[in-house]
């Protein structure tokens, strides 16, 4: 009995000393070094690049433009790539991008290496497209975008003595005025504008690391006509974009009241007997005349399928397109065809199709545009279009309430004589 109790006694003993030198034992934290800009473990910045994505610490950079009668052929072999390099090239290139088309002023940039040689050459061949050609043991060419930003903008006048002149004077660039033509082509006859008129633009303007490139879109417009308000409003509903009125109409029509980018003089008009300039003799004029340089762009009045394209006498090289069953349309003096216009051809409301010309019996550059409604001719300066369809109930809501934004910012453009705005909205 005792033994067992001192045996129990020295278990007990020695649980109890454990016990206590875990308790007593000193626990070391070892102690990290203190975090400093020395110490700090951070992951390398990746080398500088230029717009186009290319290291620049790599590379000597060349950069010009094209000059005339320049080509890639001439432009690499200047800097020492090999006539078998370039013909690799020009095979790597096929059926992704069209070398021989390089325009004087292009830019274009030559990338070469420690040694002297080429590794790379980008031809900026749009505002915001280039190609990019790497030259290795096997070439590589990418066609790319450049990232374009947009800036609201605005510009007010009262109307002296031209649309165009008045928004010019303020420093905006002339596309705005064809731009602008082009969305009240069906509702604004910009010939007949008077002195006192007025206008209100909301547009975007465009720029490339804040390098201007031009405008963009117009977002809303209100026109002051012979004290008549007409306004307009650039709606896309994901499918589709346009402009519209107030109410959702579409300012659009089922065909083009002038087939030109711009409203150029009327040297002739629709008449059923006129006084032939070369014939000498009175007849029907079942046309339209607009006097224009030779080589301007002529444009589809609307969508549908070339039937005619072809030189045809008096008419001079002609094309005839048929819209629908109700409406058909002919182009008469062309100078040429655009490329891809041939019977059978489908094409859109806007496309070129032809460039002014005098061929057949013409005194000089001008289009005879004709209409015909039912095969009967019609005059297209006169004559009220059907319009396209206007927002469907579907979206009037999301247009409403783009119209009510447009119009917050519309409300704070005042109209000036000379002021160009740019907004911050």
């Given at each position: 009995?005792?033994?067992?109790?001192?045996?129990?006694?020295?278990?007990?003993?020695?649980?109890?000393?454990?016990?206590?030198?875990?308790?007593?034992?000193?626990?070391?934290?070892?102690?990290?070094?203190?975090?400093?800009?020395?110490?700090?473990?951070?992951?390398?910045?990746?080398?500088?690049?230029?717009?186009?994505?290319?290291?620049?610490?790599?590379?000597?950079?060349?950069?010009?433009?094209?000059?005339?009668?320049?080509?890639?052929?001439?432009?690499?072999?200047?800097?020492?790539?090999?006539?078998?390099?370039?013909?690799?090239?020009?095979?790597?290139?096929?059926?992704?991008?069209?070398?021989?088309?390089?325009?004087?002023?292009?830019?274009?940039?030559?990338?070469?290496?420690?040694?002297?040689?080429?590794?790379?050459?980008?031809?900026?061949?749009?505002?915001?497209?280039?190609?990019?050609?790497?030259?290795?043991?096997?070439?590589?060419?990418?066609?790319?975008?450049?990232?374009?930003?947009?800036?609201?903008?605005?510009?007010?006048?009262?109307?002296?003595?031209?649309?165009?002149?008045?928004?010019?004077?303020?420093?905006?660039?002339?596309?705005?005025?064809?731009?602008?033509?082009?969305?009240?082509?069906?509702?604004?006859?910009?010939?007949?504008?008077?002195?006192?008129?007025?206008?209100?633009?909301?547009?975007?303007?465009?720029?490339?690391?804040?390098?201007?490139?031009?405008?963009?879109?117009?977002?809303?417009?209100?026109?002051?006509?012979?004290?008549?308000?007409?306004?307009?409003?650039?709606?896309?509903?994901?499918?589709?974009?346009?402009?519209?009125?107030?109410?959702?109409?579409?300012?659009?029509?089922?065909?083009?009241?002038?087939?030109?980018?711009?409203?150029?003089?009327?040297?002739?008009?629709?008449?059923?007997?006129?006084?032939?300039?070369?014939?000498?003799?009175?007849?029907?004029?079942?046309?339209?005349?607009?006097?224009?340089?030779?080589?301007?762009?002529?444009?589809?009045?609307?969508?549908?399928?070339?039937?005619e394209a072809q030189y045809r006498g008096g008419n001079g090289n002609i094309v005839q397109i048929?819209?629908?069953?109700?409406?058909?349309?002919?182009?008469?003096h062309m100078s040429r065809f655009a490329p891809g216009i041939r019977p059978g051809v489908n094409?859109?409301?806007?496309?070129?199709?032809?460039?002014?010309?005098?061929?057949?019996?013409?005194?000089?550059?001008?289009?005879?545009?004709?209409?015909?409604?039912?095969?009967?001719?019609?005059?297209?300066?006169?004559?009220?279009?059907?319009?396209?369809?206007?927002?469907?109930?579907?979206?009037?809501?999301?247009?409403?309430?783009?119209?009510?934004?447009?119009?917050?910012?519309?409300?704070?453009?005042?109209?000036?004589?000379?002021?160009?705005?740019?907004?911050?909205?």
């Amino acid at each position: 009995m005792i033994k067992k109790l001192a045996g129990i006694f020295l278990l007990l003993f020695f649980v109890v000393f454990s016990l206590f030198k875990l308790s007593s034992r000193e626990v070391v934290i070892e102690e990290s070094e203190p975090l400093s800009i020395e110490n700090l473990n951070e992951i390398p910045p990746a080398p500088s690049s230029d717009r186009y994505g290319i290291q620049i610490a790599d590379h000597q950079i060349i950069e010009s433009t094209i000059k005339r009668n320049e080509s890639l052929y001439i432009i690499l072999s200047r800097h020492g790539v090999s006539p078998d390099t370039i013909h690799q090239i020009q095979l790597a290139a096929r059926d992704k991008v069209n070398l021989t088309r390089m325009v004087p002023g292009q830019s274009y940039n030559i990338y070469k290496n420690a040694d002297d040689t080429v590794s790379s050459f980008v031809w900026r061949n749009a505002p915001t497209e280039y190609t990019a050609i790497h030259l290795g043991d096997e070439i590589q060419i990418e066609q790319n975008t450049i990232p374009v930003e947009t800036r609201m903008s605005a510009v007010s006048g009262s109307i002296n003595s031209s649309l165009a002149g008045s928004i010019m004077e303020q420093g905006v660039s002339q596309r705005l005025v064809v731009e602008l033509a082009n969305i009240y082509a069906w509702t604004i006859d910009f010939y007949g504008l008077r002195k006192g008129d007025q206008y209100k633009i909301l547009y975007k303007n465009r720029y490339i690391e804040d390098e201007y490139i031009g405008i963009g879109k117009i977002e809303a417009v209100e026109f002051v006509h012979r004290g008549e308000v007409k306004k307009a409003y650039y709606f896309d509903n994901g499918e589709q974009g346009g402009y519209y009125d107030e109410e959702g109409n579409s300012l659009r029509r089922a065909m083009m009241r002038v087939p030109f980018e711009y409203n150029p003089r009327i040297s002739s008009s629709f008449s059923h007997s006129r006084m032939h300039p070369i014939l000498n003799t009175r007849r029907p004029h079942y046309g339209t005349d607009y006097a224009a340089p030779t080589g301007t762009p002529i444009l589809a009045a609307g969508d549908g399928v070339v039937t005619e394209a072809q030189y045809r006498g008096g008419n001079g090289n002609i094309v005839q397109i048929k819209h629908n069953s109700v409406y058909r349309t002919a182009y008469l003096h062309m100078s040429r065809f655009a490329p891809g216009i041939r019977p059978g051809v489908n094409v859109k409301q806007g496309q070129v199709i032809g460039y002014v010309g005098q061929t057949g019996l013409a005194t000089g550059p001008h289009l005879c545009y004709r209409l015909y409604k039912n095969d009967t001719p019609v005059n297209s300066v006169t004559y009220d279009f059907p319009a396209h369809e206007g927002i469907s109930d579907e979206h009037i809501a999301d247009f409403l309430a783009e119209v009510e934004r447009l119009d917050r910012m519309m409300d704070q453009i005042l109209v000036t004589e000379s002021d160009d705005l740019v907004l911050n909205f």
